[in-house]
């Protein structure tokens, strides 16, 4: 009776988990309260949701 060998299934490897990117939390985009008025920027009740310019829409710190 042969034993059988489990064949353990491996996940590919991951590279390295980036780490989240500070501005966007990790969610490649940040929401950012629309202002108006050239000086003083008045905040308004809109709000737009913007591409991260810290990550480029990745979620991930950028690290060179
Ligand atoms: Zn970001």
Do not use: I
Not at 22 to 46: F, I, M, N, S
């Amino acid at each position: 009776m042969a034993a059988r060998k489990t064949t353990a299934r491996r996940p590919a490897t991951k590279p390295a988990a980036a780490p989240a990117c500070p501005d966007c939390d990790g969610k490649g985009e940040t929401t950012e309260t629309v202002r108006v008025g050239a000086r003083k920027g008045r905040e308004t009740d809109d709000r737009q949701s913007a591409l991260c310019l810290t990550c480029f829409g990745t979620g991930n710190a950028l690290e060179e």
